[in-house]
């Protein structure tokens, strides 16, 4: 079956790096995508990889793909305050539209 | 421009009740997405619209469910006879095409619905 795991909770330091987790299950998604959730609001797709790629970064944003293992990474360098929110990781199993999530990661930046 | 909006935002009613959720995508995403987060959950696939019509629609639990899109622009989720597990947050998103990056899913604020 299709099922998206991630850790439920990260705690760090404002300017330290943040690593969230997730494995996943179907090997033919085609993308997976990190949103971000904050209190109220709507779900932001923060990045996405293809399943053909090994690493992205955007700004201070890293995601790491591990198709072997179907781990994947997101990394967060410099962790602000304005970072504390749910992550979650997501996958597209068979195909583009029907997006899986994951249970979400709630990161809480310490000041 | 505007983005994704659904109404209403907030949603009380009595098991058994019949309730309508609205959303309206972004002008001109042809692509529909129905989604439900129950609490401390991540969001899970109800349908999926291509225009007017429903190209996905295994995500819905039962029968009960039912989702519309007339005119390929807004569309209607409709739940009947509403079970107090039905109470979750109903989001609704939409993108150009059918999905990945070049067709980004952007989310509404969602509804959130509770049966008493």
């Known amino acids: 079956g299709e099922d998206v795991e991630q850790s439920l909770f990260l705690s760090v330091r404002e300017g330290d790096s943040s690593v969230i987790n997730c494995t996943y299950t179907?090997?033919?998604?085609?993308?997976l995508y990190w949103y971000k959730q904050e209190p109220g609001a709507g779900l932001q797709l923060l990045t996405y990889?293809?399943?053909?790629?090994d690493m992205k970064q955007d700004q201070r944003l890293t995601v790491l793909l591990n198709k072997k293992d179907k781990h994947l990474s997101l990394r967060i360098a410099d962790t602000q305050t304005g970072d504390s929110a749910i992550y979650f990781c997501?996958?597209?199993?068979?195909?583009?539209?029907?997006?899986?999530f994951g249970i979400g990661t709630k990161l809480q930046v310490i000041p | 421009g505007a983005g994704v909006s659904q109404t209403p935002s907030n949603k009380v009613t009595e098991k058994g009740k019949y309730v309508e959720l609205r959303c309206d995508p972004i002008?001109?995403?042809?692509?529909l997405y129905w989604y439900r987060q129950s609490l401390g959950q991540g969001p899970e696939f109800l349908i999926y619209?291509?225009?007017?019509?429903?190209?996905?629609d295994s995500g819905l639990p039962n029968d009960r469910f039912f989702a519309v899109r007339p005119e390929g622009s807004v569309s209607t989720l409709k739940i009947q006879r509403t079970e107090r597990g039905d109470s979750a947050v109903y989001l609704c998103?939409?993108?150009?095409?059918?999905?990945?990056?070049?067709?980004?899913?952007?989310f509404g604020p969602g509804t959130r619905l509770t049966v008493t």
């Open positions: 998103a939409s993108s150009l095409a059918g999905g990945g990056r070049d067709y980004e899913q952007y």
């Open positions: 179907d090997s033919s998604s085609t993308y």
């Open positions: 990889i293809f399943s053909n790629m």
């Open positions: 997501a996958e597209t199993p068979g195909g583009y539209q029907k997006v899986t």
């Open positions: 002008s001109g995403h042809t692509a």
């Open positions: 619209f291509q225009g007017t019509g429903a190209a996905d």
